[in-house]
């Protein structure tokens, strides 16, 4: 079955306002949580990341959550810009092994 | 300039031939990373490599297979090419399994 799940899959929003994008893993033992940013013709690049021995990380309009608890972690676009519209992709990291999600495709009106 | 790199950029070819694309890190990290990007965005880790450990994903093809000179190179080689191999393969590193990873520009494959 996944391994790390993601939604929403297509997420549009007005500019200015913020963004949600959620992910659920299944293994436990994942410590590392990093969110990748493609844009179109463009490879993933990181943009944030979080380890299990943090509950919150903020960064530059970005916050990610991680609720090992529920095995849940979110990242947050605070006032959303059209240049943030892209892909974005969660992972979770554990044994050496990398799941990412299926991807959010972040769309921004201005 | 410090960076992962991949050739070809495109490679069109056809069903049942065999292709190699070429991956090199000048990041010093002990970890290269093979994913396929299909069409619909999805990105799939196909392979982890470093030196001591070869990590496959079970629902990789047989056909499929990594190979790797030294740390700074892991190429892909497809024996037989299917149409549904079409995809972008992209190549990644990162100094370990729990840190940034840092892709390549990608190959761009179309099976005809």
């Known amino acids: 079955g996944e391994q790390v799940e993601q939604l929403p899959s297509i997420l549009r929003v007005q500019e200015g306002s913020s963004a949600s994008i959620n992910c659920t893993y299944e293994n436990s033992a994942s410590n590392y949580f990093p969110w990748y940013k493609q844009e179109p013709g463009e490879n993933p690049k990181l943009i944030i990341d979080?380890?299990?021995?943090?509950e919150r990380k903020q960064t530059q309009g970005l916050i990610v959550l991680l609720d090992k608890k529920a095995k849940r972690f979110s990242l947050h676009i605070t006032d959303t810009q059209p240049g943030d519209s892209a892909m974005y992709f969660c992972?979770?990291?554990?044994?050496?092994?990398?799941?990412f999600g299926d991807g959010t495709q972040l769309v921004v009106k201005p | 300039e410090t960076a992962v790199f991949q050739t070809p950029n495109y490679h069109v070819t056809q069903v049942g031939n065999e292709v190699s694309f070429n991956c090199k890190q000048t990041l010093g990290h002990d970890t290269m990373y093979w994913y396929k990007q299909d069409s619909k965005k999805l990105l799939k880790i196909m392979f982890s490599?470093?030196?001591?450990?070869?990590?496959v994903n079970e629902t990789v093809p047989r056909r499929f297979s990594p190979q790797s000179s030294d740390k700074a190179h892991l190429n892909l080689r497809i024996k037989s090419v299917e149409p549904e191999d079409s995809a972008v393969y992209l190549c990644a590193s990162s100094p370990g399994g729990y840190a940034e990873q840092f892709f390549g520009p990608g190959t761009r494959l179309t099976v005809l």
């Open positions: 490599y470093n030196n001591k450990q070869l990590i």
């Open positions: 979080i380890r299990s021995n943090m």
């Open positions: 992972a979770a990291n554990s044994n050496n092994r990398i799941f």
